[in-house]
């Protein structure tokens, strides 16, 4: 599967930005998609995942109640609405497929994008 991701930028403090992820290729064995990050020097972390056939949602609690993803159901794709953005929230987010374990782990997620850059200045 290979995944691109757009829609990062440069935000100031309580703006929101709106991220997008598609996936191409052999898109029928997805389970579920999600979104990681990681900042200059940090570990790659979770942010939030959605499974594919309950639409289940699952988010780091930094980022709960603003932060939304979603499933296009048209489309093999998947947004991250960000809200009430804060320089904490300044990293290079990356999109994946989930291939089994606990969603929270990136060893968890088989395929990744290439990584969008999100800073939000004070």
């Known amino acids: 599967v290979q995944l691109q991701a757009s829609g990062g930028g440069l935000v100031q403090a309580g703006g929101s930005l709106r991220l997008s992820c598609a996936a191409s290729g052999p898109t029928r064995s997805i389970r579920a998609m999600g979104w990681f990050r990681q900042a200059p020097g940090k570990e790659r972390e979770f942010v939030a995942t959605?499974?594919?056939?309950?639409?289940?949602?699952y988010y780091t609690d930094s980022v709960k109640g603003r932060f939304t993803i979603s499933r296009d159901g048209a489309k093999v794709a998947i947004t991250l609405q960000m809200n009430n953005l804060t320089p904490e929230d300044t990293a290079v987010y990356y999109c994946?497929?989930?291939?089994?374990?606990?969603?929270?782990?990136?060893?968890?997620?088989?395929?990744w994008g290439q990584g969008t850059q999100v800073t939000v200045s004070t």
């Open positions: 959605i499974n594919w056939s309950s639409y289940n949602t």
């Open positions: 994946a497929t989930h291939r089994g374990g606990n969603y929270s782990y990136p060893e968890s997620y088989a395929d």
